[in-house]
């Protein structure tokens, strides 16, 4: 039985593992605090410095955690441990599309050389390299744009009251729904693969404007969307982080990532993938 481990059970990591558990993988995940988690059927979670066991009988690793100011904490405390592993044969990290750095709206793929226009993409680049100089196993980057899916939508903020309309003309973000991240991870499990380096680029087939996207999910939900902002009189309450977003523009083709993964996005556009999260949260009783 092939054996997966997750370091990370958060957003991405969870979905990650439960499809994987799904698809006959025995599965343990890491947890900073594995205490706070409920049980998981079929998912083992274990503490995060207490992986060196699972390490060594892994086939399959994916790193979900962001790289800090000390590089990547994965690598920091297990990077001996990874390379040594003789039962491993696939490592999957996930990084960002923000590597692409900002393109005045062109069009990035998976063989654009990364142009890190901050610390944060500077630190995943570096992270990038790292986990690709892992010798004698197949390396698969995962370049994520903007995640999203259920309890992490422009749903929510439009019940909290804190969504806003933002409009900046030509500017256009690229989303991938929590769904197609497993599904994309676990397609590059199951192919046949040599050792060396794979670049994806997980990101939607529409990149779009992020008014857009409130215009459209206040629709589904059946409330009026919060009136227009233009971006230079929102831009001085943004966070820090939130001005790195919008100081970037780029689209991320994904054509070659589809064709090489032998798959096709379940949510192509955040019109789909917000209809998807609106019937499942109104299955739960949550909406």
């Not at 990370?8 to 558990?21: K, V």
């Not at 990077?79 to 039962?87: D, E, G, R, V």
């Not at 500077?122 to 390299?129: D, M, N």
């Amino acid at each position: 039985m092939p054996n997966l481990l997750v370091f990370g059970f958060g957003y991405s990591g969870r979905a990650i593992a439960l499809a994987a558990r799904d698809a006959g993988f025995q599965v343990t995940a890491t947890s900073r605090r594995p205490a706070t988690h409920a049980q998981v059927p079929g998912v083992t979670i274990i503490a995060f410095d207490a992986a060196a066991n699972a390490i060594a009988s892994a086939t399959h690793i994916v790193a979900t955690a962001a790289p800090d100011d000390h590089g990547d904490p994965v690598l920091a405390l297990y990077a001996s441990q990874i390379t040594n592993a003789k039962n491993l044969a696939w490592v999957g990290y996930l990084s960002t599309t923000g590597v692409y750095g900002n393109r005045n709206g062109g069009w990035v793929d998976e063989d654009t050389p990364p142009a890190p226009q901050s610390p944060r993409a500077e630190r995943r680049v570096a992270a990038e390299v790292a986990w690709s100089e892992i010798p004698n196993r197949t390396i698969d980057i995962f370049r994520l744009a903007g995640i999203y899916g259920p309890g992490r939508s422009m749903f929510d903020d439009l019940r909290e009251g804190t969504a806003r309309r933002v409009v900046k003309p030509g500017h256009l973000f690229g989303r991938i729904h929590r769904d197609d991240i497993s599904q994309g991870v676990l397609a590059a499990m199951h192919r046949a693969a040599p050792h060396g380096v794979s670049i994806f680029n997980f990101s939607d087939d529409e990149p779009a404007a992020s008014a857009d996207v409130v215009i459209e999910a206040a629709a589904l939900l059946g409330v009026a969307p919060p009136l227009p902002v233009a971006f230079t009189d929102a831009q001085p309450m943004m966070s820090p982080m939130a001005r790195s977003f919008w100081a970037e523009n780029r689209r991320v083709a994904n054509q070659k990532t589809k064709a090489a993964l032998g798959i096709n996005w379940k949510y192509p556009t955040y019109r789909e993938g917000l209809r998807a999260i609106l019937i499942e949260e109104r299955g739960k009783g949550s909406a």
